[in-house]
T-cell receptor
Framework: KQEVTQIPAALSVPEGENLVLNCSFT??????LQWFRQDPGKGLTSLLL?????REQTSGRLNASLDKSSGRSTLYIAASQPGDSATYLC???????????FGTGTRLKVLA | NAGVTQTPKFRVLKTGQSMTLLCAQD?????MYWYRQDPGMGLRLIHY???????AKGEVPDGYNVSRLKKQNFLLGLESAAPSQTSVYFC????????????FGSGTRLTVV
C-alpha cells in the first residue's frame, strides 16, 4: 500500500531555532511531492512543490529536499518565528495515479 | 483572483438530511478533487474529476455523490447525512494531474447531529 508518513506528529521549539520536518513515502518512484501549511481552522496553503526530476526547492526561509532513493523529503525552516506555528503537511503523487496521498502532518509550535 | 472557492463555510445538518457543497475555481484547471479531513486520519480523497463531465471514486466515496457539469464547478452531495460524515471538507484543483501542484479551497466545516 502506498503511504506517506510524517514524524514527529508534534514539535515545539524556541524562536530562532533552525528545524527540520520529515516526510517518508513507501514508493521511491514518485511523480511529485508538495509541502503545505495549514493554520488552525483554515485551508491548506502551498509552500513548495518538488517534481520527481528535482532535488530541492527553496522559498525564503524554507528549503525542501527530495531523496527518492531513500523515500524521504525534508522541510528545513531557518530561524523559526512564532508565525511559523502551524501544521505542515506533506503530499505525494505516486506513479500511475494523479491523486495526492497526504501524511497526517507535523504540528509545529514556535515559542516566543 | 479568487482561486478555489467553497460554499458554504459552515453547516449543521440533522441525520438524514441532504445537502450539496459547491466548489468553484477560476483558474481553468482540468482536475478537481474533494477531500475530507478528520483528526488523526489526515486528508482522504472522496471523489475526483479529470475534466468536465467526468467523475471517479477516491478512497472513501460511500455516502457521497459528485457532479462536474461545468469545468469550473465541482459539486459534492450528501443524500442522507450521517454523523460519521461530520468532518471538514476541502476542495482542490490542479491544472493537470498534479504536475503543477494543487490549489485548495478554505474548507467547509460540516456537523451532522
Amino acid at each position: 500500500k502506498q503511504e506517506v508518513t510524517q514524524i514527529p506528529a508534534a514539535l515545539s521549539v524556541p524562536e530562532g531555532e533552525n528545524l527540520v520536518l520529515n516526510c517518508s513515502f513507501t514508493d521511491s518512484a514518485i511523480y511529485n511531492l508538495q509541502w503545505f501549511r495549514q493554520d488552525p481552522g483554515k485551508g491548506l496553503t502551498s509552500l513548495l512543490l518538488i517534481q520527481s526530476s528535482q532535488r530541492e526547492q527553496t522559498s525564503g526561509r524554507l528549503n525542501a529536499s527530495l531523496d527518492k532513493s531513500s523515500g524521504r523529503s525534508t522541510l528545513y525552516i531557518a530561524a523559526s518565528q512564532p508565525g511559523d506555528s502551524a501544521t505542515y503537511l506533506c503530499a505525494v503523487i505516486f506513479p500511475g495515479t494523479y491523486k495526492y496521498i497526504f501524511g497526517t502532518g507535523t504540528r509545529l509550535k514556535v515559542l516566543a | 483572483n479568487a482561486g478555489v472557492t467553497q460554499t458554504p463555510k459552515f453547516r449543521v445538518l440533522k441525520t438524514g438530511q441532504s445537502m450539496t457543497l459547491l466548489c468553484a475555481q477560476d483558474m481553468n484547471h482540468e482536475y478537481m478533487y474533494w477531500y475530507r479531513q478528520d483528526p488523526g486520519m489526515g486528508l482522504r480523497l472522496i471523489h475526483y474529476s479529470v475534466g468536465e463531465g467526468t467523475t471517479a471514486k477516491g478512497e472513501v466515496p460511500d455516502g457521497y455523490n459528485v457532479s462536474r457539469l461545468k469545468k469550473q464547478n465541482f459539486l459534492l452531495g450528501l443524500e442522507s447525512a450521517a454523523p460519521s460524515q461530520t468532518s471538514v471538507y476541502f476542495c482542490a484543483s490542479s491544472l493537470t494531474g498534479g504536475n503543477y501542484g494543487y490549489t485548495f479551497g478554505s474548507g467547509t466545516r460540516l456537523t451532522v447531529v
